[in-house]
C-alpha cells in the first residue's frame, strides 16, 4: 500500500480522536487524549485498511466494468462480513482491553450490541464510498482506453477506406484511355465525341469520388452513359439493358459501383457481331444486379482483380449486406445491396471524428449518470453519522437516527444497483434484443 492511504488514515485518526476528547470525554487529560488517539487509530486503521485491501483484492479478480454485476454481489457481501469481524474485534479490545469497562462475559452478553451495530453502519457507508471510489477510477481508465481504441479503429478504417476511393480514379482513366486509343485508329471523328463524354463522365468520377453511397437514380445514368461510349466502341458487338424499380432510384449503392462491374464484363469476356455480349442491368429484391452471358476471353496477364474486390471491401465498410457473385455455365452475375438510408446504423462511417463523439456523448451520459449516484452517496455518508452525532448528543435515550438511515440508505442501495448492477444491462441487452428481432 502507498502512503498516500497511510497519510489519510492518520489525519482521520487524528480528527476522530480530537472530536471525541472534546465532545465526549469527561476527564480533559493528557492521558484521556491519549485513549481517545489510541482507540481512533484501531478503529480507522483496522477498518481502513481491511476495506483497503479487501478492495484491491476484488478489483485484481474481477474486473468492475467487465463483471459488474458479479462485482457488486460479492463486494456487498465480502465487505458485510469483514466490517462484521473488524468492527467486533475493534469494539471487544476496545472494551474489554483498553478501557476495561466490561468483561468478556459482558461484552459477548449482548450490552454492547447497539454500539456494535452502529459501528457497523458507519463502517459500511465508509466502504461503499471506497468501493464507489474504486469503481469511478477503472471505469475513467477504461473509457480512456476505449475512446483510444477507437481513434485507432477509425483511423485505420478511414485510411483503408480512402485508399480503395483512390483506386478508382487511376483504375477509370486507365480503361477509358484503352477504349480511345483503340477508337482513334478506326474511327477520328467518333474518337473525338468519345472525349467530350469522357470529360463529362470524368466530371461525374471527380464529384461522387468523395462521398461514400450515391442514389441509384444518379449511377444508373451515369451507368447509361457510360454504356453510350462502350456502344460506340463496340457497335453492336455488345447490347446494353436496363430494368430499374422506380421505388429504388432515390435509395443508396456505393459510387462508381456499376462502372468497375461494366468494365468488368468487357474485361473478361469477348464481343463479336456473331456473339454479342448482352449486359442487363437490373434491381432484384433488395439488390441491384448487373447479369452477362458468359463469353470468357483467354488473358495473357492475370487480372488485378481491382474492380469486385473494391467494391466488395468498399460495402464491407459501410454495412453487414454482402456483395454476392454468382456464376453459372452460361452466365456471370454480381448482385449489390441496395441501401435505404444513408444514416442508417449498418452505413455508419468509421471516421475518427465521429467515432470520437460517439464514444464522447457515451461517456459523457455515463459519467453523469455516475455523479448522480456518488453524489447521492458522499451526502449519505456526511448527513447519517451527522444526524448520529446529533441524536446521541441531544436525546441518547431516544433513537431516531436510524430512520433517515434505513430509509436513504435502501434509496441508494436501488440507486446503485441501477446504476451499476441491473438498469444499464438490462436496458441495452432488451435494446439489442428488439433490433434482433426486427432484423
Request: a positive charge.
Given at each position: 500500500?502507498?502512503k498516500k492511504?497511510?497519510?489519510?488514515l492518520t489525519w482521520?485518526t487524528?480528527?476522530?480522536?480530537i472530536f471525541?476528547?472534546t465532545f465526549?470525554?469527561?476527564e480533559?487529560?493528557?492521558?484521556?487524549?491519549?485513549y481517545n488517539?489510541l482507540?481512533?487509530?484501531?478503529?480507522?486503521?483496522?477498518l481502513g485498511?481491511s476495506?483497503?485491501?479487501?478492495?484491491?483484492?476484488?478489483?485484481?479478480?474481477?474486473?468492475w466494468t467487465e463483471q459488474?454485476?458479479?462485482?457488486t454481489?460479492?463486494?456487498?457481501i465480502?465487505?458485510i462480513i469483514?466490517?462484521?469481524?473488524v468492527?467486533?474485534?475493534?469494539?471487544?479490545v476496545?472494551?474489554?482491553?483498553?478501557?476495561?469497562v466490561a468483561?468478556?462475559e459482558d461484552f459477548?452478553?449482548?450490552?454492547?450490541?447497539?454500539?456494535?451495530?452502529f459501528m457497523?453502519n458507519?463502517?459500511?457507508?465508509i466502504s461503499a464510498?471506497?468501493?464507489?471510489?474504486g469503481?469511478m477510477?477503472?471505469?475513467k481508465?477504461n473509457?480512456?482506453k476505449?475512446?483510444?481504441?477507437q481513434?485507432l479503429i477509425a483511423k485505420s478504417?478511414?485510411?483503408?477506406?480512402?485508399?480503395l476511393?483512390?483506386?478508382?480514379d487511376p483504375?477509370f482513366?486507365?480503361?477509358?484511355?484503352?477504349?480511345?486509343?483503340?477508337?482513334?485508329?478506326?474511327?477520328?471523328?467518333q474518337a473525338?465525341?468519345?472525349?467530350?463524354s469522357?470529360?463529362?463522365?470524368?466530371r461525374?468520377v471527380?464529384e461522387?469520388?468523395?462521398?461514400?453511397?450515391v442514389?441509384v437514380?444518379?449511377?444508373?445514368e451515369?451507368?447509361?452513359?457510360y454504356c453510350n461510349?462502350?456502344?460506340?466502341?463496340?457497335e453492336?458487338s455488345v447490347d446494353f439493358?436496363?430494368n430499374?424499380?422506380?421505388?429504388d432510384?432515390?435509395?443508396m449503392?456505393?459510387?462508381l459501383?456499376l462502372q468497375l462491374?461494366?468494365?468488368?464484363?468487357i474485361?473478361?469476356?469477348?464481343a463479336?457481331?456473331g456473339?454479342?455480349l448482352n449486359i442487363?442491368?437490373f434491381?432484384?429484391?433488395?439488390f441491384?444486379?448487373?447479369e452477362?452471358n458468359?463469353?470468357?476471353?483467354e488473358q495473357?496477364t492475370e487480372?488485378?482483380?481491382i474492380?469486385?474486390s473494391?467494391i466488395?471491401?468498399r460495402?464491407?465498410?459501410?454495412t453487414?449486406e454482402?456483395?454476392?457473385i454468382?456464376k453459372?455455365?452460361?452466365?456471370?452475375?454480381?448482385k449489390v445491396?441496395i441501401?435505404?438510408?444513408?444514416?442508417t446504423?449498418?452505413?455508419?462511417t468509421?471516421t475518427a471524428q465521429?467515432?470520437e463523439?460517439?464514444a464522447?456523448?457515451k461517456?459523457?451520459?455515463r459519467?453523469?449518470e455516475l455523479k448522480?449516484f456518488y453524489?447521492n452517496?458522499?451526502?449519505?455518508?456526511?448527513?447519517i453519522?451527522f444526524?448520529?452525532?446529533?441524536?446521541?448528543?441531544?436525546?441518547?435515550?431516544?433513537?431516531?437516527?436510524?430512520w433517515?438511515?434505513?430509509?436513504?440508505g435502501?434509496g441508494?442501495?436501488a440507486h446503485?444497483?441501477n446504476?451499476?448492477?441491473?438498469g444499464?444491462?438490462?436496458?441495452?441487452?432488451k435494446?439489442q434484443?428488439?433490433m434482433?428481432?426486427?432484423?
Open positions: 500500500m502507498n492511504p497511510l497519510t489519510t482521520i487524528l480528527g476522530s480522536s471525541f476528547f465526549f470525554s469527561e480533559k487529560t493528557l492521558e484521556s487524549f491519549g488517539l482507540i481512533s487509530s484501531i478503529y480507522a486503521f483496522s485498511l476495506n483497503g485491501y479487501l478492495n484491491d483484492f476484488l478489483n485484481k479478480k474481477l474486473s459488474t454485476r458479479l462485482r454481489i460479492l463486494g456487498i465480502a465487505t469483514v466490517n462484521f469481524i468492527v467486533y474485534a475493534c469494539n471487544y476496545n472494551y474489554v482491553i483498553i478501557q476495561k468483561s468478556t459477548l452478553s449482548g450490552k454492547y450490541d447497539f454500539t456494535t451495530w457497523i458507519f463502517a459500511l457507508m464510498f471506497l468501493h464507489a471510489k469503481f477510477e477503472e471505469l481508465k473509457t480512456k476505449e475512446v483510444v481504441e481513434k478504417a478511414n485510411a483503408q477506406f480512402e485508399s476511393k483512390n483506386q478508382l483504375h482513366l486507365f480503361n477509358s484511355l484503352n477504349v480511345l486509343t483503340a477508337l482513334i485508329d478506326e474511327n477520328p471523328e473525338q465525341k468519345f472525349t467530350t469522357m470529360s463529362k463522365i470524368y461525374y471527380l461522387q469520388k468523395d462521398k461514400e453511397m442514389k437514380e444518379d449511377e444508373i451515369f451507368a447509361k452513359i461510349l462502350l456502344k460506340t466502341r463496340f453492336d439493358t436496363f430499374i424499380n422506380s421505388d432510384l432515390q435509395k449503392v456505393v459510387p459501383s462491374l461494366l468494365e468488368n464484363c474485361k473478361h469476356n469477348f463479336t457481331s456473339r454479342p442487363r442491368i434491381t432484384e429484391g433488395r441491384l444486379c448487373i452477362n458468359l463469353q470468357v476471353r495473357l487480372s488485378a482483380g474492380g469486385l473494391n466488395v471491401q460495402y464491407a465498410l459501410l453487414k454482402n456483395v454476392f454468382e453459372s455455365e452460361h452466365n456471370f452475375k454480381v445491396p441501401l435505404i438510408k444513408k444514416d446504423h449498418q452505413m455508419t468509421y465521429s467515432t463523439n460517439m464522447y456523448e461517456a459523457v451520459k459519467v453523469k448522480g453524489g452517496l458522499i451526502s449519505y455518508c456526511i448527513v453519522p444526524l448520529a452525532i446529533i441524536n446521541l448528543i441531544t436525546s441518547p435515550k431516544e433513537i431516531w437516527f436510524y433517515p438511515m434505513l430509509g436513504w435502501i441508494i442501495l446503485g444497483m446504476t451499476f448492477a441491473i444499464k444491462n438490462w436496458e441495452e441487452k435494446i434484443e428488439i434482433n428481432n426486427q432484423k
